[in-house]
């Protein structure tokens, strides 16, 4: 079961012109297996927005298109950060204080059990999670 993080979803959009390791890992990965956290549509949004104050209104619509398509394919699967991973976050963060959103998602995995796909492996080393790097 997998945790996938931001920049795997984003890369996996490209179809075939993504990275040959993250389509591989696509292809043999069960869509039931594959979880996305909360935080993902924050960046995703985030991302989003700067492109719009940049006034790249085409490539807003394209992306927000792609972002209520995701949102509505992983609907069940789309993890919330909640008390329960308020508390793990709060002993990650005491641990190292760096990436604070990435240990809100170390936190969902490590609560859930699931591994986290991402190419960051570096961000999540500490926090006691399963890593799977796709990218290499």
């Not at 920049?7 to 069960?30: C, T």
């Not at 394209?62 to 394919?73: P, S």
């Not at 999670?129 to 796709?134: A, E, G, K, Q, S």
Request: proline share 3%.
């Amino acid at each position: 079961m997998y945790l996938i993080d931001t920049n795997v979803v984003s890369e996996a959009r490209k179809g075939e012109g993504a990275n040959a390791g993250v389509r591989k890992f696509w292809q043999r990965s069960r869509e039931e297996s594959m979880f996305l956290p909360v935080q993902a549509n924050g960046e995703i949004r985030h991302g989003l927005e700067m492109i719009r104050r940049r006034g790249d209104l085409s490539q807003v619509r394209i992306l927000g298109d792609w972002l209520a398509q995701l949102t509505e394919e992983y609907a069940d699967r789309i993890l919330a950060f909640d008390a329960s991973c308020a508390h793990v976050w709060g002993k990650l963060m005491a641990l190292d204080p760096n990436n604070p959103v990435d240990k809100q998602i170390a936190s969902l995995a490590l609560i859930f059990d699931l591994t986290v796909v991402t190419r960051d492996t570096g961000y999540f080393e500490k926090t006691g999670v399963r890593l799977l790097n796709p990218f290499i």
